[in-house]
């Protein structure tokens, strides 16, 4: 039943307060919503950062025989021309070898990947005829923030050797790559098995073979072909030819030529070594927890699906590893580098926090302006309003990290003007008109303030809603902002309109109005009257007013002149890790590079903030969103080290100043053999801002994992 006011002109707002205010479908509404808003918190994937769709695809091209010259002129050039011209290419960047080169193709912020891998692959079909014909088949692979490791564990022992503790571990990235949602599952550090084929000179010699010859021989006999079908009088047989090598054995029959109508195998002209292949990369972790030793390590990373929930899936694989550790040998032990699932899960309960405590400080402050009724109305609508809003992220797609989380904090204080403004106008009418009928005096109260209410929200909507249409990275980074605080303030008017009468109906009933004849003034109202009539009634107080205000103004803007006053989209995230990447000289070994490095992360875990440092030579750290960019998973040469560092929680940190590592570089005099080429990074995210000056290293660099 609609309840009409006298007003002859209830306006949008009066019709919809009208058809609310005595049904019983409104606090339906309102328990519905919050129950709604609780389901969306559990199912909404919690990450760190919000999904950005940069299409990053990269071109490996083999060119044997060309150098970097060769491949640049007859190779990539003619790529670059040929994915340049495609639609929603931004950038194209490429890096000639010898024997090979990378090209690099990013699409704008945005492009979908599936159709710019499409369109990638048509375009090499199409320029293949006319490249070299020495040039191999180019090998695509695409990149998303998705493809960036979110979980590291690291399994060492100070007495096992890197071989037999990386056969120890590969059954369980085996069984953890089926896990659902686990797009990629990859094993780092340690040697793999291999069977090595030593040939002997004076038996290669006396056969008349070469080198090359054997390697050819085994090449071509690894191999597996279907040849056809033969039909029996009974069976249908599918005809196969050749076998894959998988054992020794099969490598030492393997033939090889034929020499004198003899066949010659690898047998005759080489030994055959099964075990561990040569150490072409290297791990070690100092753990404190562990010992001051350092251990043999190896890493399983795991990345995951679009979409995916990570606080779950880190806790699921992590329970899983330890079960497995537990069938281990005593002496390997589990670590874990890397979980952004702890952290994104942390950040979420963190801000959430902060959301209940700013709703409990609006609450606290409505009370005490204008009552305890009041305050308990108005408090009904914020969690209803916030509910809704995040049933709706839950629907359109976002998940819950720092930013979409940011924005509800953010706009706390604007979802709750239009309750206040509708139920500070119910008071008022309550109280000029004490006599007259309860129900028509609410409705009378919500119409008046309706059309400005709606105006003054559409007002704002309209300032910070252009953000969402932010080109380039930061557009869509930034997007979940301005979309909901949009939503949540045109919810909150619609709560306005329908809870807040709904609830002064209820609660308002018993409201005392004694001494109605005698107007009482608040001491706020007279203070705000004396200071407009001194600035109307007189024009020299109205000028001085203003130019204070510009003084006040000029004064903000000069604290980010004179940089007394920091601008940053984000403030520094507080992060628990970061990596330190070193580039010696080229012709660096891999034993001198573990050595340097080894001294550097002894020095750089001797700092109490440190909780475990662990080393990669020859193979890259697990990378982040910025190493994906730079394209730090590259790094697989001898001379380049990868120290992985994490602090302890910033729980346990006492301070979260900045940290001087500067003191904790060697000298150059240590290391001769290093070229000192030091590269400067401004920042590092953990913990603050982290100066890098003088450091007597070639080439390293610090990274922030952002």
Known sequence: MNYESKDPKPGFAGRVASSFIRSKLTPVFSIASVLLGLFAVAMTPKEEEPQISVPMIDIRIASPGFGPKETERNVVEPIERAVWGLEGVEYVYSSSSDHGALVTVRFKVGEPLEPSL???????????????????????????????????????????????????????????SSTPDIAR??????????????????????????????????RANDAFVLS????????????????????????????????????????????????PEERIRESVLLDKKLGP????????????????????????????AENFTKGLPKDVSLSVLRDYGSTAGDKSNELIEHLLIATFSVAALIALWMGLRASFIVSISIPVTLALTLSLYYFLGYTLNRVTLFALIFSIGILV?????????????????????????????????????????????????????????????????PVGASLAMILSLLVAFVVTPW?????????????????????????????????????????????????????????????????????????????????????????ESMRFSRELAETVASDKNVEKVQIFVGDSAPFSFSGMVKHSFLRSKE??????????????????????????????????????????????QCPGRIPINDMGMGAMMINGIM
């Open 503 to 591: 609830a002064a109906n209820r609660f308002l009933k018993i409201h005392s109005h004694r001494n109605d004849n005698v107007k009482t003034e608040s001491k706020l109202n007279r203070i705000y009257e004396n200071t407009t009539a001194w600035l109307l009634h007189s024009r020299k107080n109205a000028l001085l007013f203003g130019l204070g205000i510009l003084i006040l103004l000029l004064s903000a803007f000069s604290l980010v002149g004179l940089k007394l006053v920091k601008v940053k989209m984000l403030p520094f995230d507080d992060k628990e890790e970061f990596q330190i990447l070193i580039d010696y000289e080229p012709r660096t070994t891999l034993q």
């Open 185 to 218: 599952t990859e094993l780092l550090g340690g040697r793999k098995k291999s069977i090595r084929v030593v040939a002997d000179p004076n038996r290669m010699r006396l056969h008349g073979l070469s080198i090359s010859e054997i390697a050819e021989g085994i």
């Open 417 to 481: 003007d239009d309750a206040i403004v509708v139920l500070e106008n119910i008071e008022r009418h309550l109280k000029s008109n004490p006599k007259g009928e309860f129900l028509s005096t609410i409705l009378r109260a919500v119409g008046e303030v309706g059309n400005p209410t709606i105006l003054a929200t559409f007002t704002v909507i309209a300032a910070i809603l252009p953000m969402a249409f932010v080109r380039g990275l930061m557009g869509p980074y930034m997007k979940p902002i």
């Open 228 to 275: 056809g079908k033969n039909w029996g009088k009974d069976f249908l047989y599918d005809v196969e030819v050749g076998t894959p090598i998988s054992d020794r054995k099969q490598v030492e029959a393997t033939p090889i030529s034929t020499r004198g109508g003899r066949v010659i195998r690898v047998s005759d002209v080489a030994e055959t070594k099964e075990g």
């Open 118 to 176: 499409v369109k990638i692959h048509h375009s090499l079909m199409e320029l293949r005829p006319s490249l070299p014909t020495n040039v191999r088949e180019p090998v695509v692979r695409s990149y998303t923030i998705d493809d960036v490791p979110f979980l590291a564990l690291t399994f060492s022992s100070a007495e096992r050797d890197d071989f037999s503790l990386r056969t120890e571990i590969a059954p369980l990235a085996r069984e953890l």
């Open 639 to 684: 001379s380049q080290a990868d120290l992985h560092i994490v602090l302890t929680s910033k729980k346990e940190r006492k301070s979260t100043k900045m940290i001087e590592f500067r003191t904790m570089i060697p000298a150059p005099a240590m290391n001769p053999i290093i070229e000192v080429a030091v590269k400067y990074a401004p920042v590092i």
């Open 293 to 320: 030793e350092p251990r043999n390590a190896v890493t399983l990373v795991f990345s995951k699906r679009k979409g995916t929930d990570i606080t779950n899936l880190s806790k699921e694989l992590i329970r899983r």
